[in-house]
């Protein structure tokens, strides 16, 4: 029997900040748009296929460090019939560089084959026959119907699941709880890009230990308190309380004497 990915540990809650109005959330996901105007995924990838490899690869690793090894993958093992001749043997030694590659190995081994068997070695654009498949979860599977299928959906990640609780832009205790809040509040006709949106905000911009919120193209809009400066200003006043002034001594007032009659 394939074997199916450990489940996944929850991201680590932030703060989560007071929700957005929806005017706010229409100007928030609006700047971003005006900052990146043409979002893509930075995984590199040739066909839904290809994506789909890399994008469960990508699991709790880098794009950067999937980008280093798929080249040589993929020209091994352009399809998914060349990937299932392979087998996790064959597919193991391009991917050591990456985190939990043994595990992978197996599930790409075991992907390739149900898509041979079952889709003709075609990748489905159904949720349910994708999260069939082997190393592939919700999140892998919302990836790959948003940009290989052109799909409106939201794969919330560590960075968009801390975006969303941190500007208040979608606050939820769990992954499934932002995504759902995601496509709940934001503009439809956003939600093709506002996947790519986040994700890359996220990464590049609201960072996990100090978001930059100086270059923030959404910070007027954000309610994340206190706001980052910028590397040499001063901290602003919302970000230290001004120190309580000391109370000055009291002045011990002596009554004055009572004249007496002479």
Request: one cysteine or more; aromatic letters at 4%; proline letters at 12%.
């Amino acid at each position: 029997m394939p074997e199916k990915p450990s489940k996944p540990s929850q991201p680590s809650r932030p703060r989560a900040a007071k929700p957005l109005s929806a005017d706010e959330v229409r100007h928030f996901i609006a700047a971003l748009a005006r900052a990146n105007p043409n979002p893509r995924t930075e995984l590199q990838y040739r066909d839904p296929f290809t994506l789909l490899v890399a994008v469960v690869l990508s699991a709790q690793t880098t794009d950067a460090a999937v980008n280093r090894a798929t080249p040589a993958l993929f020209a091994a093992a352009p399809d998914a019939r060349a990937m299932a001749a392979l087998g996790a043997e064959g597919i193991a030694p391009f991917i050591r560089t990456i985190g939990l590659w043994q595990a992978k190995a197996r599930h790409l081994a075991a992907l390739a084959r149900l898509l041979v068997e079952r889709h003709g070695g075609a990748v489905p654009g159904e949720r349910d026959a994708l999260e069939a498949l082997p190393g592939v979860g919700r999140k892998t599977a919302n990836v790959v119907l948003n940009v290989a299928f052109g799909e409106a959906t939201m794969a919330v990640d560590t960075h968009i699941f801390r975006v969303s609780n941190r500007t208040g832009l979608a606050p939820g205790k769990t992954p499934r709880a932002v995504e759902e809040a995601l496509l709940k509040r934001l503009p439809p006709e956003t939600l093709g890009d506002a996947h790519h949106w986040l994700i890359l905000h996220g990464r590049y911009v609201c960072r996990a230990r100090k978001p930059e919120c100086w270059r923030c193209a959404a910070a007027a809009w954000c309610h994340f308190t206190p706001k980052t400066p910028a590397p040499g200003a001063e901290t602003p006043a919302a970000a230290t309380p001004r120190p309580t002034p000391p109370r000055p001594p009291r002045r011990r007032v002596r009554a004055s004497p009572i004249a007496r009659p002479r």
